[in-house]
């Protein structure tokens, strides 16, 4: 049996590589950019759970179908088509995922600490980061980039290619969507409190068992690279974030840096000194290597199991 999620992932991931960023018209018609501001142009402050439930999915379900539609519908007994189809849902599982880009500017920010060039690097961290990086000090600027580096590397590469496994593009895309309502609604405060609720849980709910994952192989690869993970560390501040899922991935990066990761008057995760130069660089390392270990994992499932041919839950492409 050809493994088509098999050839699905290494199309994605041989574009992510060749062309990061999106630029242009390729921007524009990104269904990210797309339903974030579908989530922006419909929302109304101070509005209803109601409300949030209707522009969730009037933000998602139209991008999702449009993106979905070839590979749902189109009949691929034909070679070409399959061939045409299999390069498509490549794409779309690149447009789900954003690997390079991330490390890329993580090590943008790394090279500016380390020339000495403070400014442009806060102007690099604020790409990454909600927090305003101008009021603090630069060691807790080193942990709002590293701790966006973990949670990005959760939402924006192992939870879509999870999705990948269990429901072929469809779900990767399913996944991204999901999260960019996060991105867009699903704040605590007001005036997004009771419209963002929904885009908040729905982003938990598909979150949660990629963040833990996540999180195990992030100390799996600390062992590989021969630093001993902490699990006492990883135990003891799992659970300290406000978000059920972020605090996952950053008490397993603490465990293994020794460093600790702190946002001012939110949460202070590990025992350590805040980070360093030569701690970014590490975390750009054990970032490189938890991507590298989840996508050997993933290999292995879509190679010795068989009956993965269009994802674990069921067949949500056409190809047959």
């Known amino acids: 049996m ?17 062309y990061p960023m999106h630029k242009g018209l390729l921007y524009l018609i990104h269904p990210v950019h797309l339903t974030y501001e579908l989530a922006v142009r419909l929302y109304r402050p101070y509005s209803g759970r109601l409300w949030g439930v209707v522009v969730w999915f009037s933000s998602v379900t139209p991008i999702l179908l449009i993106y979905s539609s070839p590979i749902i519908t189109v009949p ?51 790409q990454l980061v909600r927090r305003n990086v101008w009021v603090i000090d630069i060691r807790h600027v080193n942990s709002a980039v590293i701790e966006s580096l973990f949670e990005s590397l959760v939402d924006g590469f192992t939870s879509p290619l999870l999705y990948l496994l269990l429901l072929g593009p469809v ?47 992030i100390m799996l690869s600390g062992v590989v690279m021969r630093r001993k993970p902490r699990l006492n560390i990883y135990l003891r501040y799992k659970s300290i974030t406000r978000s059920l899922n972020a605090g996952h991935p950053l008490a397993a ?11 001012i008057g939110e949460y ?16 750009i390392e054990l970032a ?10 993933l290999a292995l499932c879509l190679i010795l199991i068989p009956s993965i041919k269009y994802g674990l839950l069921g067949s949500l492409i056409n190809l047959h």
Do not use: H
């Not at 050809?2 to 060749?18: E, G, K, N, Q, R």
């Not at 350590?272 to 660089?281: A, H, Q, R």
């Open 253 to 263: 990066a603490s465990s293994v840096l020794g460093v600790k990761l702190e946002k």
């Open 76 to 126: 691929l007994s034909n070679p070409i088509l399959l061939t045409i189809i299999l390069v498509y849902a490549g794409f779309m599982v690149k447009l789900s995922i954003s690997l390079r880009l991330l490390l890329s500017i993580v090590e943008d920010y790394s090279k500016a600490v380390n020339e000495g060039d403070l400014n442009r690097a806060r102007g690099i961290a604020q």
């Open 2 to 18: 050809v493994p088509y999620l098999l050839i699905t992932l290494t199309i994605a991931l041989i574009m992510d590589c060749l």
């Open 268 to 283: 202070s995760i590990g025992d350590g000194e805040l980070p360093d130069t030569t701690s970014l660089l590490t975390a």
């Open 288 to 297: 490189k290597f938890t991507a590298v270990l989840f996508i050997i994992m």
């Open 171 to 217: 779900g990767a895309l399913l996944q991204r969507l999901s999260n960019t309502m996060d991105s867009a609604l699903g704040y605590t405060d007001e005036p997004y409190r009771r419209v963002g609720w929904f885009s908040a849980r729905v982003d938990t709910v598909m979150n949660y068992a990629p963040a833990r994952l996540t999180a195990l192989l």
